[in-house]
């Protein structure tokens, strides 16, 4: 990584600007715009700016007006001098600079400084021959009370016409279609993402008639060895410990009671009795590791617990398809009752701009417009990408005679819950050539003793960070 100087950083060609907190990133984003209206002549709507919330856009414009205002007072002489806007003016004519930076004050109003969602949408409004999209569509803010809709729909679909005990068990896993969509989580809003593990009819099918086969198992089992089941729970010293975790003299009644009314069922329930997993070795062995003690032998509980296992995997499948299902369910009739309604939600605009860059009929000229019209792109808090805004900037900004900045801290690009895509950074670093990468040095933020104790811990080890990139 070279260090990063502001003034003679060249204005074209992809640049990876990385850089901690406190290290004047927005600063140096300011100074950037200034030399491309100075030095590139460009006008305040020719110079893309995008960050990734509305707050951050409205204070990257203040700050932006602010060092407008710098520059021209420190060409007509007021005020204490800078001395990187002095270096910065001494090579710019003062008539064309005054003329220049007047002209960027008064059309400030003008400057393309957008949220990612607010340049989709602009583009996809000035290009709509392009993007295929009508001229008059309704912007939803919020897709929450639609997503909510589809999901009940789906909930009635498929469980009201189900058996009272697959009806039992989804309401005892979801409760209710809040809590399946809620169970969802991310697949139900990200624009790229799997549900893992996939479903697998034929291993569903293993999973069925090995849970249905030993279950017959225990039942015929529990014929013969209920008798000596019930003294073990009964007198076994290791059974009968203080602790709340695994106490089991008051509870052996009704333990043999829910396995008796388990061994009368003639097909494999849904739904378990309540406490019944205590009977399975494993869950034995759990309990009582505090106290070191070995779990009862018994050829009974080793059987329960093969069943047990079985059982929560043949659960755990039939979940996961519901979920599978849930989620196709899900983005089909979302889909269908936007375009239905002439409706489009944020992410949208994203997917319908990437859709029309992807045409081979549209894409090329699409592509070529935007740039044209844009010939320098700042993208700020650059860490918050995911794979597909990543797309768009490189379709678009791809070319080597414009000028793409991107500037961000890669460490903050873990954050998920935020947008981030910890390998899509990785990839934009990768796509940049290493000498079209910089740093800013000075942490303005902290102090020595700081900076010095986090590289120290994190500087005990090569791969503290797992991935060498």
Known sequence: MQPLDPLTLPLQGRRLLEASAGTGKTYTLALLFIRLLLERQLAVDQILVVTFTRAATSELRDRIRRRLRETLDTLEQRGEADPQLVALLAAIPPDLGKRLLNDALVRMDEAAIYTIHGFCQR????????????????????????????????????????????????????????????????????????????????????????????????????????????????????????DKAYRLQDRVPELLAAMDTLATSPELPLLLPKGIEKLATSTMTGLLKKSKQPPP??????????FFACFQAYLADLGFSVLHTARG?????????????????????????????????????????????????????????????????????GR???????????????????????????????????????T?????????????????????????????E
């Open 400 to 438: 080597a005679s414009q000028a793409l900045f991107m500037i961000g801290d890669p460490k903050q690009a873990i954050y998920s819950f935020r947008g981030a895509d910890i390998f899509t950074y990785i990839k934009a670093r990768r796509d940049t050539p290493p000498q079209n990468r910089y």
């Open 123 to 242: 583009m996809l409004q000035d290009h709509a021959f392009e993007s295929g999209l009508p001229f008059e569509l309704t912007l939803l803010e919020s897709e929450t009370a639609l997503r909510r809709e589809i999901i009940e729909d789906y909930w009635r679909n498929r469980f009201y016409s189900a058996s009272i005990e697959e009806a039992a068990w989804a309401a005892a896993t979801w409760k209710e279609p809040e809590g399946l969509l809620k169970a969802l989580g991310p697949a139900a809003t990200a624009l790229a993402a799997e549900i893992v593990p996939k479903v697998d009819s034929a291993q569903g099918n293993q999973l069925t008639t090995a849970s249905r086969a030993l279950f017959a198992q225990v039942r015929q089992a529990w014929v013969t060895d209920r008798d000596a089941v019930r003294a073990i729970l009964e007198h076994n010293p290791c059974l009968q410990r203080s």
């Open 329 to 397: 369910y899900l983005q089909d009739e979302l889909e269908r009752r936007k375009q239905q309604q002439d409706w489009l939600a944020f992410d949208d605009l994203l997917t319908r701009l990437d859709m029309a860059l992807d045409s081979p009929r549209t894409g090329p000229l699409l592509a070529a417009r935007i740039a044209a019209r844009f010939p320098a792109a700042l993208v700020d808090e650059f860490q918050d990408t995911d794979p597909l805004q990543y797309r768009l900037f490189a379709r678009i900004f």
């Open 297 to 306: 032998a018994h050829s009974f509980f080793i059987l329960f617990d093969q």
């Open 440 to 468: 800013l040095a000075t942490n303005y933020r902290s102090t020595p003793a700081m900076v010095g104790a986090v590289n120290t811990l994190f500087g005990c080890r090569e791969d503290a960070f797992v991935f060498s």
